[in-house]
């Protein structure tokens, strides 16, 4: 049972480099999701997709883009990255957000210098 | 607009009780609770979803009061596993019931 598989798990980045963070999941759900986590912040949103094809805006999306061509694949990229972006990414995945359980991958940790 | 968690912190002596609040501004559809240790990622405890419900997990329950968009988790008989940082996450009716949006977190240390 894979469930929600993030690569990589550790990157560092120079100010200004683009990346994508990638992140799988083999439970067939249509609903994913990419959080942010800081200190003293807790998880914030930073977009979703309710299927493939649909994306919209979570509570911090700028400077971040998300597509979402097949069920299993939902791919975060930083088109530049800035030192203000250096956090712990979760990706997650539920059947449905409203009710059901979500289902998180092991983070990656990224570093901007 | 991310819900309210009290207190932040917490400090428990094994077999000790602790309640953690979470409150929202906006009306809510579900209330979530989750866990996380160091180093790991969240794992979900259980979902509230409708006013009044309460829910239990071994000795971790939880409460909903919809009226005031407010949510508690009860963590009774304390165990060393139970340390961990706990969050709520709401959906609140506006966003199109999509956005599941999380607390800062209340960290809880259980000591022997």
């Known amino acids: 049972n894979a469930g929600v598989t993030q690569t990589p798990k550790f990157q560092v980045l120079k100010t200004g480099q683009s990346m994508t963070l990638q992140c799988a999941q083999d439970?067939?759900?249509?609903?994913m999701s990419w959080y942010r986590q800081d200190p003293g912040m807790g998880l914030r949103l930073i977009h979703y997709s309710v299927g493939a094809g649909i994306t919209d805006q979570g509570e911090v999306p700028n400077g971040y883009n998300v597509s979402r061509s097949t069920t299993e694949d939902f791919p975060l990229r930083l088109l530049s990255a800035a030192p203000s972006q250096t956090s712990v990414y979760f990706c997650?995945?539920?059947?449905?957000?409203?009710?059901?359980?979500?289902?998180f991958g092991q983070g990656t940790r990224l570093t901007v210098v | 607009q991310q819900p309210v968690q009290s207190p932040q912190a917490v400090i428990l002596r094994e077999g000790e009780d602790a309640v953690i609040n979470c409150s929202s501004s906006?009306?809510?559809?579900?209330v979530h609770w989750y866990r996380q240790k160091h180093g790991e990622a969240p794992i979900f405890l259980m979902i509230?979803?409708?006013?009044?419900e309460q829910k239990g997990h071994d000795k971790i329950s939880a409460s909903f009061n919809e009226k005031k968009q407010q949510s508690s988790l009860y963590l009774t008989a304390s165990q060393l596993s139970y340390s961990g940082t706990y969050f709520c996450g709401t959906v609140p009716f506006s966003g199109g019931y999509n956005k599941l949006i999380f607390g800062a977190g209340t960290r809880l240390a259980v000591h022997p």
């Open positions: 906006k009306a809510l559809y579900s």
């Open positions: 439970m067939n759900h249509e609903y």
């Open positions: 997650a995945s539920s059947y449905r957000p409203n009710q059901a359980e979500a289902f």
């Open positions: 509230l979803l409708k006013g009044g």
